[in-house]
Structure formats: structure tokens, C-alpha cells
Nanobody
Framework: QVQLSESGGGVVQAGGSLRLSCAGS????????MAWFRRAPGKERELVAA????????TYAASVKGRFTISRDNAENMLYLQMNDLKPEDTAVYYC??????????????????WGQGTQVTVSS
């Protein structure tokens, strides 16, 4: 079965850290552009970070730049998001996404055709 599965979410105090993982199965994602999105209550899904197929090109939302790091391990079919200095406004459901049609960095939600089920991140003040 072709799917993406996130893990690593949880409850953390402000200033803490979490590492999200996204495991791909059913096919290789090594040629896909991939990304992390998040959706906070009452808000639309927004891009957190994106990465191209090789990991050589990255981009971040302004709100997380300098605190979050996206990375991938193509040999293991894995995508990661290291989140440091977490803030209450980072509270959201985090989703990993992939597009099998495009290799280079993509920032628009509409181009991604594979999505995980999401993992909840809650940051308490």
C-alpha cells in the first residue's frame, strides 16, 4: 500500500524540541519533492518547510525559519522535521506530503498528491 505515515508528535512545553518523522511505504519517494505542512484549529493548511528530491534545496515559512530543519534520507524512504524552540503558536496537526510528478522544491499545497494522516503537536506555555 502506497502511503506516508507521520510520527513523533506530542505535548511539549514552550522552548522544547520535537522531531517528526515521515515514513514512506509502497514505493520509493527518492525522486519526489516533499514537504511538511500544518493546520492549526480554525486556520488553513500552511507550508512549514519543503525540500527537493536530493535535499540540496530547502525552504521554510518565515515563522519557523531558524528554529525548524527539514531533512530526508532517501535510502530509508524517510522525511524528518526537527523542531526546536517551540512556541504555543506552533500547535497544529503536522502533515508530510510528496509529489511523484515533480522533483524540485514545491511550496503550493495543490501540487502534492500523497499525504500522511497527520500527527498532533501541542506546545504549552
Amino acid at each position: 500500500q502506497v502511503q506516508l505515515s507521520e510520527s513523533g508528535g506530542g505535548v511539549v512545553q514552550a522552548g522544547g524540541s520535537l522531531r517528526l518523522s515521515c515514513a514512506g511505504s509502497g514505493r520509493s519517494y527518492s525522486s519526489d519533492a516533499m514537504a511538511w505542512f500544518r493546520r492549526a484549529p480554525g486556520k488553513e493548511r500552511e507550508l512549514v518547510a519543503a525540500i527537493n528530491w536530493s535535499g540540496s534545496s530547502l525552504t521554510y515559512a518565515a515563522s519557523v525559519k531558524g528554529r525548524f530543519t527539514i531533512s530526508r534520507d532517501n535510502a530509508e524512504n524517510m522525511l524528518y522535521l526537527q523542531m526546536n524552540d517551540l512556541k504555543p503558536e506552533d500547535t497544529a496537526v503536522y502533515y508530510c506530503a510528496a509529489t511523484h510528478l515533480l522533483r524540485e522544491l514545491q511550496t503550493k499545497v495543490g501540487v502534492y498528491d500523497y499525504w500522511g494522516q497527520g500527527t498532533q503537536v501541542t506546545v504549552s506555555s
